[in-house]
């Protein structure tokens, strides 16, 4: 993937740094704003997944880019608090009651409903385009946190991931079958295409899971963040499915939703239960963790679809220039 | 599947060692009532129609429908979360009239 356009000083720094026309990082930390701190954020990350073209891996553990990935974090993780609350100490025993109340209560914007009945062609294809950010690497953030675990949870979550790989099937990946929607409508397939075109908002839901993934200490985050995409998917899914078929999506164009109501059904079970359940009881202290990881995923999703549904709603793209 | 060589090995092709494989398998699967929720099956099972025609479950793991309201059945599509779907987790004893 290529180096993406900086949106500020940090992020220009970044990849000033990784390109090569800079030798050392400026002693600033400070974003310039949400847009400068999300990509850079996004751009330190992407080292840990496919990392970028020209790049030299070693810069994952460059101990000067983690200083300021970590001053990144820190900010980012102060917004989380803000928005989702912090963590809380809670009973273990109650996390997949809570998780099911939590999802319940999710009253964010609905994006599905919108993408139902009367998105148009071109703000479908927006939906998608911003998805693709995640969905062309989906499932990879929550395999980082298997050597993680042990037991029950361990094998509740490569229950999970076996499905999301397609069952070793390459085709079957989901992966790949979002390839086949982005194909119908004429998108490029390649992996981090459109990081240039999407906004903070976008940016955040994925960095919040590198933000997890990668640190040992936001592992149950990172579960309860599982727990909150699976046991939001199957109905948001099927409504994505209705709305590509009112556009004329065929039934390849359409697979990866109608795959999701399906495959999410059996996995938000295993998730509340199996998997966060289970890790709650073996890690009590972290019980809350779980619930706080699930709290960011949903707040950060309900703010990525209004920012979509404010741009629609005033006539505009959601996707930057 | 559990190893079952040894006896297996002996015996001819396609009788008992069959038969006895076609148990076991059938004894290692397992199905289990999820909270409000439908019934996962895992292991070794086979869906299909009163024909026996098969009725492709494309994973592993799967959920059937125990709410009545899914879409896809007999698989759950999450529907049971709009009806408000309530069920325990064990067999139901219906109180004495």
């Keep these: ?37 999300h990509l850079a954020l996004f751009v330190c990350y992407e080292m840990a997944y496919r990392g970028w073209d020209g790049v030299d891996d070693r810069w994952e553990w460059d101990p000067e880019l983690l200083r ?73 953030p929550h395999t980082y946190v298997i050597p993680r675990l042990a037991g029950r949870p361990k094998a509740a979550l490569i229950e999970i991931q076996l499905d999301e790989y397609g069952g070793g099937v390459v085709s079957k990946m989901h992966q790949e079958l979002f390839k086949r929607t982005m194909s119908w409508f004429g998108l490029d397939l390649t992996y981090g295409a459109y990081v240039d075109a999407v906004p903070a908002a976008t940016l955040a839901t994925n960095n ?53 109501v399906e495959a999410d059904a059996v996995h938000e079970q295993i998730a509340a239960h199996d998997l966060c359940g289970s890790f709650a009881v073996a890690e009590p202290e972290l019980a809350g963790d779980v619930l706080y990881g699930a709290r960011c995923a949903l707040a950060l999703d309900a703010r990525w679809a209004g920012t979509v549904l404010a741009s629609w709603d005033a006539g505009r793209s959601s996707l930057r220039e | 599947m559990p190893d079952d ?60 429908c125990r709410c009545g309201k899914s879409a896809i059945k007999p698989f759950c599509d999450g529907t049971h979360k709009v009806i408000n779907f309530r069920a325990g987790t064990d067999r139901v004893t219906p109180p004495p009239r």
Excluded: C, W
Aim: charged share 25%.
């Design chain 2, 5 to 64: 060589t040894g006896d297996g090995d002996r015996l001819p092709a396609g009788g008992l060692a069959g038969r006895l494989a076609g148990i076991r398998s059938a004894m290692s699967s397992t199905i289990i009532p999820y909270e409000d929720g439908p019934l996962i099956v895992r292991g070794d099972f086979e869906i299909v129609t009163p024909d026996g025609a098969p009725i492709e479950a494309g994973r592993a793991t799967v959920a059937l």
């Design chain 1, 68 to 140: 300021l990935r970590a001053a990144l974090e820190q900010r980012f993780e102060a917004d989380l608090h803000a928005l989702a609350g912090p963590p809380e100490h809670v009973d273990p025993e109650t996390v997949p009651h809570r998780l099911t109340e939590l999802v319940t209560a999710d009253d964010g914007p609905s994006l599905s409903g919108r993408l139902r009945s009367r998105a148009t062609y071109e703000q479908f294809r927006e939906f998608v385009t911003h998805r693709s950010v995640y969905h062309l690497r989906e499932a990879d």
């Design chain 1, 208 to 260: 919040v899971m590198s933000l997890f993934a990668l640190h040992r200490r936001n592992r149950a985050a990172l579960l309860g963040h599982l727990a909150a995409y699976e046991m939001t998917s199957s109905i948001p899914n099927r409504a994505y499915a209705g709305g590509l078929r009112r556009l004329g999506g065929d039934a390849s164009a359409t697979a990866f939703y109608d795959e999701h």
């Design chain 1, 1 to 37: 993937m290529k180096l993406p356009a900086p949106r500020g000083a940090v992020s220009t720094a970044v990849i000033d740094l990784l390109g090569g026309k800079a030798a050392t990082l400026p002693r600033t930390t400070t974003p310039d704003d949400d847009e400068d701190l």
